[in-house]
């Protein structure tokens, strides 16, 4: 099997960074995405979203999106757990998960793609969301700094996915100028805990 | 344990068909969005994002967002599977819920939020970005339409979480006056399978 990817690009680093907590060896395809390789019509029958990363099976099956390619290795090598044990770990998992990959991860996206115009050949950027995009990027920093007075990791006590996905949206949210402020001890905290594990230089 | 939801809105929809395919009864305690009853201190409490649907249990504890509490029940009663047993069933379905998610309902949502302005005393509607949103969701139905040519349901044999997502952003679209065409037959012969189900009347 293979991951099609972009090595400079948040998502795929979520992935890469997933596989190594769970010391998962992978091949991986580099794919240009600012040259718009990604859209190719051979790149469309693996992801009709024209997307990356993708992961490609040895039958040629293809799963795109991130959080399905977790899903995935999480079923196939369900320890060290990342998404949750009981059903209770998994729910609060996946709620974390869900609201840092929109709330955050996605804002930062939108500010990137709509305020930049890196990918204004495919799309029509609009820098007024854009701007607004990263404003609720960094409230939602102030959220998950209240969480993080109360608990070591975004989830609860155990690192998990959602620890995953938030190290990887803050450094890329750097490109838009977002940081996390002086005053967030304890999200500064929580990041030097997070991006010292080995995992965070996959 | 119950749900606090909005009758109306698309998301809760989601969270009663996808408890009724599980034979699921739940006690549901309606919050006026429109009025803002879901932004009070008590409410941010059991959800520091101040959206619906929130299910809370006996002990007080808490899980937001729609794909969070269907995980919840999911590993609570796996029969029937609304969200794959193997690992690749797992990841397949996994992909065209987000998928569904992103590129049709958030969509959806987006083109309502930005150019209707029901949301206006919270947010910075900026109508662009919404029409923007609309012309998106328009063209994923094209890419619905080709999958479903070739399965049944949209992560393949088996009715899934995906067209349950699928169906309530569909009918919701409806606002924004987004509709499946006449000419995308597979869209529709679906849409009538999965609208026609017990479930879609939650």
Redesign the interface.
């Known amino acids: 099997m293979k991951i099609y990817e972009t090595k400079t690009a948040p998502n795929p680093r979520r992935v890469r960074m997933f596989l190594a907590e769970k010391g998962i060896d992978m091949e991986y395809v580099q794919v240009d995405i600012q040259k718009g390789e990604n859209l190719s019509a051979e790149m469309r029958a693996k992801n009709?979203?024209g997307k990356i990363p993708i992961?490609e099976?040895d039958d040629g099956?293809c799963?795109?999106?991130t959080?399905?390619?977790c899903?995935?290795?999480e079923?196939?090598h369900p320890e060290p757990s990342l998404m949750g044990s009981?059903?209770?770990e998994?729910?609060?998992i996946?709620?974390w998960?869900?609201?840092v990959e929109l709330?955050l991860m996605l804002q930062v996206g939108m500010c990137f793609q709509?305020t930049t115009g890196y990918f204004k050949d495919r799309?029509?950027p609009?820098p007024?969301?854009g701007k607004?995009a990263g404003i609720n990027a960094s409230k939602y920093l102030n959220?998950l700094e209240?969480?993080l007075e109360l608990n070591p990791f975004i989830a609860g006590d155990s690192f998990s996915i959602a620890d995953i996905t938030a190290l990887c949206a803050i450094d890329f949210a750097r490109v838009v100028n977002i940081r996390i402020k002086d005053e967030q001890k304890n999200l500064l905290r929580w990041y030097d805990s997070v991006n010292n594990r080995a995992s965070a230089k996959a």
């Open positions: 009709p979203l992961l099976l099956t799963i795109a999106e959080d399905a390619i899903t995935y290795f079923a196939l009981t059903a209770l998994k729910g609060t996946a709620m998960q869900r609201q709330a709509h799309m029509v609009v007024e969301y607004e959220i209240r969480r």
